[in-house]
């Protein structure tokens, strides 16, 4: 556990860190602005002990930080037992492998998307790969059960590549929780289709309806948005579906999290009877497999251990006590060279915000993503953090959901997540491809 004492920060599974209150400005000095880097006590606006700005406060007033059970008056609390937020990792050797049945080379496809995949880099199937692609090609309807990170985007992305370019005027529809979730998967798509005649289309919130408007009228082959932009267009008669022979389902557990299942049961009811579905979720829960029995048919669940990412997270609490401020505990981690690439997660957007702007005056290197931001400001902030321009990127749930970004070496819960599904989710943004993550949790 993480604790403050006059030398030093302690986490519960007995990792020290050295307080260091006078790092040399040297330290990790390429991650952050200035020539200096962020000092305890020179920071340029908040220093060491002074008294709480309010744009230091995350989730709460001013004056709530540090005081107990009040700041989190209008904030669900959160009710998960702490000792899940400690777990040591698996050292990555022990983590068992996947022997892949298939190569790319030995999937039913067409020579063009092949030469993609080949230019991509991609030689093995993942093991959601290895099992979905086959028979989404012979037209079945799927289950997938794969968190993001597992390969799940080429897992429905190549079979409908191939069914468009070989089939006459085959459709798709993509639905995905998140805007940015929905361009990463078109990226993927453009990358995958390139020189094959395929267009897509992103249907977004947050980004210009005329443009959508003018680009579907031009008849993409795909379709890829966020539930409500998607049904937007259909109810101001734009987006058309009766012709649309295959959905995506993406990250459904999330999409109902959210609140989106009346608009996906719209959407969904108005795609043709006979179609291929694909769905995809980390978790399959009641109201899923309700949607499922009510849209699927005859599907193939295809299932891959969606724990395997946490299994190389080394995970820890912060002790928070009621006379610290989390703001200079923060500090202190941040300031530990290992901790290279943070992705830091609030609860509220105003929180995640304040919290951001706070970091970046004290020096760090700082954006933040979360709901209310204008759609091309969270895809720079992204850009920044993927391209390694900032090294933090503060964010609420909602906005990282989905997102891959490469060599995270930290996830910050700066406030508790609502329930452990969104433990697991938030913390799955590090140790990926195997690599070794740290997941810090702040609990008071
Ligand atoms: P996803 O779960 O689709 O978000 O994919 C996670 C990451 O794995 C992405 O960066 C992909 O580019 C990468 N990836 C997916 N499948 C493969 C593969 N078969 N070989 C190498 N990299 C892959």
Same mark, same amino acid.
């Not at 190389?312 to 530990?336: A, G, M, P, T, Y």
């Given at each position: ?57 995350? &989730? ?31 050292? %990555? ?82 639905? *995905? ?27 977004i919130g947050g980004a210009r309806i005329g443009r959508q408007i003018s680009e579907l009228s031009r008849n993409p082959q795909f379709v890829i948005g966020t539930p409500g932009r998607i049904n937007d267009l259909i109810k101001r008669g734009r987006l058309r579906l009766e012709g649309t022979q295959n959905i995506v389902l ?39 497999? &309700? ?9 193939? *669940?295809?299932?891959?251990? *969606? ?100 060599? %995270?070496?930290?996830?910050i819960n700066y406030d508790l997540p609502e329930n452990y599904e969104d433990y697991v989710h938030r913390i799955g943004r590090t140790g990926r491809a195997n690599k070794r993550g740290t997941a810090l949790t702040f609990v008071s």
């Open positions: 556990m993480y604790q403050k004492s006059s030398s030093s920060v302690r986490t519960k599974s007995g990792n020290s860190f050295n307080k260091n209150r006078g790092k040399p400005a040297s330290q990790g000095s390429r991650k952050r602005n200035g020539s200096g880097g962020p000092q305890r006590s020179e920071g340029p606006y908040v220093p060491f002990g002074s008294a709480p700005r309010k744009s230091a406060s995350f &989730g709460g007033s001013r004056s709530s930080f540090g005081r107990g059970p009040k700041r989190f008056r209008g904030v669900k609390k959160s009710i998960i037992d702490q000792n899940k937020f400690i777990k040591k990792a698996v050292p %990555v050797a022990e983590v068992e492998e996947y022997v892949s049945k298939h190569k790319f080379a030995d999937f039913n496809v067409c020579q063009e998307l092949k030469n993609n995949i080949i230019t991509k880099g991609y030689e093995t199937p993942t093991p959601i790969q290895d099992q979905a692609i086959p028979e989404a090609l012979n037209g079945r309807d799927i289950i997938g059960v794969a968190a993001t990170g597992t390969g799940k985007t080429a897992a429905f992305i190549i079979p409908l590549i191939n069914k468009v370019f070989m089939g006459k005027n085959q459709k798709v529809l993509i639905i *995905t929780p998140t805007r940015e979730l929905a361009s990463q998967i078109d990226i993927e798509l453009r990358e995958f289709a390139k020189g094959m005649g395929i267009r897509s289309v992103q249907c993406d990250e459904v557990d999330r999409m109902l999290d959210m609140g989106f299942i009346n608009d996906i049961k719209t959407i969904l009811s108005t795609l043709p009877n006979h179609k291929q579905s694909l769905f995809f979720s980390a978790t399959i829960s009641t109201r899923i497999s &309700g949607l499922i029995q009510t849209f699927l048919n005859n599907p193939v *669940t295809v299932s891959v251990k *969606t724990t395997v990412t946490s299994d190389n997270v080394e995970q820890d609490i912060v002790k928070v006590s009621f006379d610290q401020r989390k703001i200079e505990v923060l500090h202190d981690i941040l300031n530990k060279p290992e901790c290279e690439k943070v992705l830091i997660f609030g609860r509220t957007k105003r929180g995640v915000e304040n919290l951001s702007n706070d970091l970046e005056k004290r020096g760090f290197k700082s954006s933040s993503i979360h709901g209310d931001k204008a759609q091309n400001k969270r895809e720079k902030a992204l850009r920044l953090f993927k391209e390694n321009h900032v090294n933090i990127l503060v964010a609420t749930d909602v906005a990282a959901r989905g997102l891959d970004i490469d060599d %995270v070496t930290h996830v």
